[in-house]
């Protein structure tokens, strides 16, 4: 339905204001791509970013698991300076 309302108001637009409707159809278009291309960037560095979160809490998570191996072993004089 609403590529129907597109049409129908750009066809409205081009009869009132003639050919400068192009140069609004133009900017629009371009506008479209270039955030197309910026969403894609974005999209990205999220994936990268929650990669590196994953890595980070699963570093937390191994040193936590290996700190309570310790404590429950009683293995703490020994690294004690």
């Known amino acids: ?12 637009l081009a009869q009132l204001l003639g050919l400068s409707f192009l ?6 278009a371009t506008g479209s791509v270039f955030s197309s291309q ?6 990205e560095a999220r994936k ?4 590196l979160g994953e890595e980070r809490i699963n570093i937390t998570n191994e040193s936590i698991s290996n700190m309570k191996t310790l404590k ?7 690294f004690k300076s």
Do not use: H, R
Request: proline content about 3%; overall charge positive.
């Open 23 to 28: 140069a609004g159809i133009a900017v629009f």
């Open 72 to 78: 429950f072993y009683q293995l703490t004089d020994i």
């Open 48 to 51: 990268n970013e929650s990669k």
């Open 38 to 43: 910026v969403m894609k960037k974005i999209q």
């Open 1 to 12: 339905m609403l590529p129907v309302k597109i049409i129908y108001c750009s066809y409205f």
